[in-house]
Every structure is written in structure tokens, then in C-alpha cells.
């Protein structure tokens, strides 16, 4: 599969804890997008990533999560001091950009945090 | 703030039956317009595209939808669908003002009974 593949599929944390997600985009993507979804509701924007330089940031964003694409290939996303809010599902999607600017999505990662 | 809004969350009809989801977005500017589907147990994939040109946009399994600028509307529709068109509907907006986020509604959850 060539896909955009993230893991792990499932993540069930406490409170507090740290936790890190991975995606792998397609390979000859050079934009990287995170997105976070909750139940009823579309995804949400939360950052942006063209090859390795992180261009956009939603001003949503609590100084909790940060996120990195070091070497514009793999990217993680790390949530520190979970709190129950943060329980959703985490979207991946990566594009060629330019005039193409289709969305390719991962499956997620659903986060739950106890 | 830039928004997208989808007139139905729940949607039910039988086989045959014609489909129309409304989706309008708040934006003043130049927009690229998108519907995603979500069926059951897969990841979220591009149904149709609006860049520019036709308003009257074609996509796959049969769906059009129409870029109406004056109603800033980009209705999803299908002259009759099947049960293999159950899932979840997403417009999705991106604006051009030199941004990369799309901004997703909330998604319309269509029910096609056999």
C-alpha cells in the first residue's frame, strides 16, 4: 500500500502522560498536513508542512502539541500533558501541491485519553 | 473567521432516490472547493474538485456538484443513488490568500436504504 499510513491506529493514555504519533506520507509529497477530528464535527486544521519546514501553525494549537518533519519525509505529532480534551482521532494527509492540492488521508490515530 | 456549513448532519433515502447536500462557506475571496467522502471503515478520499472554470463540476460514482459564487454554494448532487453511497459527506474550502489550510464542515452522514 502507497498510501499515507500513521501509527498507531489506536492510542488509550492517562492523563498527564506524553504521547507521539507517526505518519509516513506518499512518498513524492512534499506538503504534510495535521488534522484533528472529533466526533460530529469535520476535521480541523492543526498544522502544515512543506518538506521539512513547518509553514503553518492553527492558532489553536496549545503550546502542548508540537510537531516536526525533520528530513521532509516522516512527521510525528506529540501531544505533552494529555488532558481528556485531547481525546480524538489524529488525520494525516499529505499533497503534491500547486494546482493539484488534493488532500490524500491516513486512517488516524484515535487517542483516548482516561 | 472563515467557515463551512453543511445544511443536513443526517440524511436518509431509499435507492434511486435523487441526492442534494448543501454546503456554503463564508469567504469573500478566491476559493477551491472540495467534497470528501468517507465510507464505512475507510479513510476520507477526494470526491470532486471546483479550481476554476466550469462551475458545474463532475465526479466519480456519478456525484456533481455546483459552484454557485453569488450564493457562495458548492452543493454536492447525485440523480439517484445507491446503497454503496452510504457515508459521510465533507465540503471542504481552501482559500487563496497564500494559506495552506482547507477548512472541512461538519459533515453530512447520508443513509442509503436498499
Known amino acids: 500500500d502507497t498510501g499515507v499510513s500513521q501509527d498507531p491506529r489506536h492510542k488509550i493514555t492517562k492523563r498527564g502522560q506524553n504521547v507521539t504519533f507517526r505518519c509516513d506520507p506518499i512518498?513524492?509529497?512534499?506538503?504534510l498536513y495535521w488534522y484533528r477530528q472529533t466526533l460530529g464535527q469535520g476535521p480541523e486544521f492543526l498544522t502544515y508542512?512543506?518538506?521539512?519546514?513547518?509553514?503553518?501553525k492553527s492558532r489553536l494549537l496549545s503550546d502542548r502539541f508540537s510537531a516536526e518533519r525533520p528530513k521532509g519525509s516522516f512527521s510525528t505529532l506529540e501531544i505533552q500533558r494529555t488532558e481528556q480534551g485531547d481525546s480524538a482521532m489524529y488525520l494525516c494527509?499529505?499533497?503534491?501541491?500547486?494546482?493539484?492540492?488534493?488532500?490524500?488521508f491516513g486512517s488516524g490515530t484515535q487517542l483516548s485519553v482516561l | 473567521a472563515q467557515s463551512v456549513s453543511q445544511h443536513n448532519h443526517h440524511v436518509i433515502l431509499s435507492e434511486a432516490a435523487s441526492l442534494e447536500l448543501g454546503c456554503n462557506y463564508s469567504?469573500?475571496?478566491?476559493?477551491?472547493l472540495f467534497w470528501y467522502v468517507q465510507y464505512p471503515g475507510q479513510h476520507l478520499q477526494l470526491l470532486l474538485k471546483?479550481?476554476?472554470?466550469?462551475?458545474l463540476v463532475k465526479g466519480i460514482k456519478g456525484f456533481e456538484a455546483e459552484f454557485i459564487k453569488s450564493k457562495f454554494s458548492f452543493n454536492l448532487r447525485k440523480p439517484s443513488v445507491q446503497w454503496s453511497d452510504t457515508a459521510e459527506y465533507f465540503c471542504?474550502?481552501?482559500?487563496?490568500?497564500?494559506?495552506?489550510?482547507?477548512?472541512f464542515g461538519a459533515g453530512t452522514r447520508l443513509f442509503v436504504k436498499a
Open positions: 494527509a499529505s499533497s503534491l501541491g500547486g494546482t493539484n492540492e488534493k488532500l490524500f
Open positions: 512518498s513524492e509529497h512534499n506538503r
Open positions: 508542512f512543506q518538506n521539512e519546514a513547518q509553514l503553518e
Open positions: 469567504y469573500g475571496g478566491t476559493v477551491n
Open positions: 471546483y479550481f476554476s472554470g466550469d462551475p
Open positions: 471542504a474550502v481552501k482559500l487563496n490568500t497564500g494559506g495552506f489550510k482547507t477548512i
